[in-house]
């Protein structure tokens, strides 16, 4: 009797286990039929403008976030004006996925999450006031820089595959980029950083 109920409960484990196998077997098999293979140029191009878009809409939520941590007014200004320049920049990418008659879902940007994180743990450490801004000023240029990067391999590729006119969209998006970045240095240069000084030195 007991090496039986000891059988029952072996083969219960067991099945649940080949269950569970064949489960995770069926799910992979179903993601690689779904996910289309990277063949060209064109489907490097198409994955880069979907990694882009993502980015934008995590930039979204977190913008509004680092504006309201800001204590500089301008600075508080400088995020606030660029997550309406964001917002178009998401809708631009919409339009041109609209002309290459794909959806612009389905990717996740991993490195815009990292970026992200690394902000809000920034956040979380809770600088003094001018540490703060000055903070928030280095972690969204490393942004910046990320899109600028994007942007800019992004615009080669449509080049490269004869898309001018949505080139021009991205060149348009790039130059928000670059400027946004100008604007962050300046703040950064002119005043936010040396308040940060002048707090060491009271000290
Ligand atoms: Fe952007």
Do not use: D, L, R
């Given at each position: 009797m007991f090496f039986w109920v000891n059988q029952l409960i072996f083969e219960a484990i067991f099945s649940s286990y080949i269950l569970l196998y064949l489960e995770k077997k069926i799910c992979r098999t179903l993601l690689t039929i779904n996910s289309k293979k990277m063949k060209t140029l064109k489907d490097l191009f198409e994955h880069q403008l979907k990694d882009l878009y993502n980015a934008e809409g995590q930039l979204i939520k977190a913008l509004p976030k680092m504006a309201k941590k800001a204590t500089d007014s301008k600075l508080k200004k400088a995020f606030e004006d660029h997550l309406e320049e964001t917002k178009e920049q998401k809708k631009r990418i919409e339009e041109i996925c609209d002309e290459l008659g794909?959806?612009?879902?389905?990717?996740?940007c991993k490195a815009m999450e990292g970026l992200i994180k690394e902000a809000e743990a920034f956040i979380e450490e809770n600088p003094d006031e001018d540490v703060l801004n000055a903070g928030l000023i280095a972690e969204a240029q490393r942004i910046e820089h990320y899109e600028i990067s994007g942007y800019g391999t992004a615009i080669r590729y449509a080049k490269e595959l004869g898309m001018d006119k949505i080139a021009k969209k991205l060149v348009k998006t790039l130059d928000e980029e670059y400027h946004a970045d100008e604007l962050l240095n300046d703040m950064a240069e002119k005043r936010l950083n040396k308040k940060a000084i002048s707090q060491e030195q009271d000290k």
């Open positions: 794909i959806k612009p879902s389905g990717e996740t």
